[in-house]
T-cell receptor
Framework: GQNIDQPTEMTATEGAIVQINCTYQ??????LFWYQQHAGEAPTFLSY??LDGLEEKGRFSSFLSRSKGYSYLLLKELQMKDSASYLC??????????WGAGTKLIIKP | GAVVSQHPSWVICKSGTSVKIECRSL??????MFWYRQFPKQSLMLMAT?????????EQGVEKDKFLINHASLTLSTLTVTSAHPEDSSFYIC??????????FGPGTRLTVL
């Protein structure tokens, strides 16, 4: 079956760095997405990786290793507004998104 | 990025009534739109894939006679929850596909069935 695993909850301190991991097993691979979702709102797009390596976008970076079925989202210089759920999703061979359960990130002052 | 709207943003209805939710791609044409449901503290669950001009494809366990989907144009898909019950209360989110690896989400519709 298809499976996306990510931690349920993480806590970090304002100004620090946090890494949210995601491992996946899917039928085919057409890219991995990270979305941010604040409570009561729809997800917003953060990053897309289809090739191995690190993609940097401001304070956020995303890494992919296709051979290991592994990705992480790295958030630097954490701000209180970064408190949200972070969803990992993989696009399978049918171009359908398979979603992880999300990681709730709690930022403490 | 591309913009997707949903209407209404929230709705409260009585048990047994039907509710229609609209999803529009405002600045692009989408041959494919997706409908998701999200219960509190859970991830998105794909309900169905809506293709313009053809019948929607429903995920296993989703009743197609209860959740009616119409994708009448390249910019509009509707989801009608028929004979709604309290257990249908949820956050319904649509997304529209611009390209194969690009989907844009609507803001979501919070449905509360009394």
């Amino acid at each position: 079956g298809q499976n996306i695993d990510q931690p349920t909850e993480m806590t970090a301190t304002e100004g620090a760095i946090v890494q949210i991991n995601c491992t996946y097993q899917t039928s085919g691979f057409n890219g991995l997405f990270w979305y941010q979702q604040h409570a009561g709102e729809a997800p917003t797009f953060l990053s897309y990786n289809v090739l191995d390596g690190l993609e940097e976008k401001g304070r956020f970076s995303s890494f992919l290793s296709r051979s290991k079925g592994y990705s992480y989202l790295l958030l630097k210089e954490l701000q209180m507004k970064d408190s949200a759920s972070y969803l990992c999703a993989v696009m399978d061979s049918n171009y359908q998104l398979i979603w992880g359960a999300g990681t709730k990130l709690i930022i403490k002052p | 990025g591309a913009v997707v709207s949903q209407h209404p943003s929230w709705v409260i209805c009585k048990s047994g009534t039907s509710v229609k939710i609209e999803c529009r791609s405002l600045d692009f044409q989408a041959t494919t739109m997706f409908w998701y449901r999200q219960f509190p503290k859970q991830s998105l669950m794909l309900m169905a894939t809506s293709n313009e001009g053809s019948k929607a494809t429903y995920e296993q366990g989703v009743e197609k006679d209860k959740f009616l989907i119409n994708h009448a144009s390249l910019t509009l898909s509707t989801l009608t929850v028929t004979s709604a019950h309290p257990e249908d209360s949820s956050f319904y989110i649509c997304s529209a596909r611009l390209r194969e690896n690009e989907q844009f989400f609507g803001p979501g519709t919070r449905l509360t069935v009394l």
